[in-house]
């Protein structure tokens, strides 16, 4: 790692200055916590109301954690399926253009080459996705999808503006 990316990746709440590198950012203070995003957005959206300089303002979400959800049971149908929808797409994709390049007739051979695309693609992909739930051998027999959630959200203002943040928000000008 070089020295200009070391010192960049130790400063997180830097931006990149137009010469490439770590310009400091102000001091953030918070002058508002929220259980939820949409009431953050809210606080935000009132201080542009108010004609509030909000390029100084940032919207952090706190105490993060990782939730799998579980969507369903994965057999060997589902994973021939979950291989076979994206291969099928990224093969008519491809055969479309590579049907493009020829010159005599592109739009039969382009819609030809893409539907061959999609056939083999999803034949590929489906063998892919039983293979492969196959080698798991029951060690993951299930589908699930992956977020991050914030437990609380802070909206912070750099640290010039934030007493002006306070007060509008007070309804004091």
């Known amino acids: 790692m070089t020295e200009q990316a070391r010192s960049f990746a130790q400063t997180p709440d830097d931006t990149v200055s137009p010469t490439g590198r770590p310009a400091a950012r102000p001091a953030r203070r918070a002058i508002s916590s929220h259980d939820s995003y949409a ?5 935000v959206d009132r201080l542009a ?4 300089p909000v390029e100084h303002v940032a919207i952090i979400g706190r105490d993060l954690a ?4 579980v969507t369903g049971k994965l057999d060997y149908p589902r994973a021939a399926w979950r291989g076979a929808v994206p291969a099928a797409a990224t093969g008519a994709l491809i055969g479309w253009v590579f049907g493009l390049f020829h010159w005599l007739d592109p739009l039969v051979a382009s819609v030809l080459l893409a539907l061959y695309g999609l056939v083999f693609g999803a034949v590929l992909g489906a063998i892919v996705g039983v293979l492969g739930h196959a080698l798991q051998h029951g060690r993951r027999d299930f589908s699930s999808v992956v ?3 914030a437990q609380r959200f802070e909206v912070v203002v750099d640290e010039p503006f934030a007493d002006q943040a306070i007060r509008l928000l007070e309804g004091r000008n």
């Open 39 to 43: 009431e953050a957005e809210r606080t």
């Open 66 to 69: 990782t939730v799998e959800q």
């Open 49 to 52: 109301d108010m004609d509030f």
């Open 147 to 149: 977020m991050t959630e």
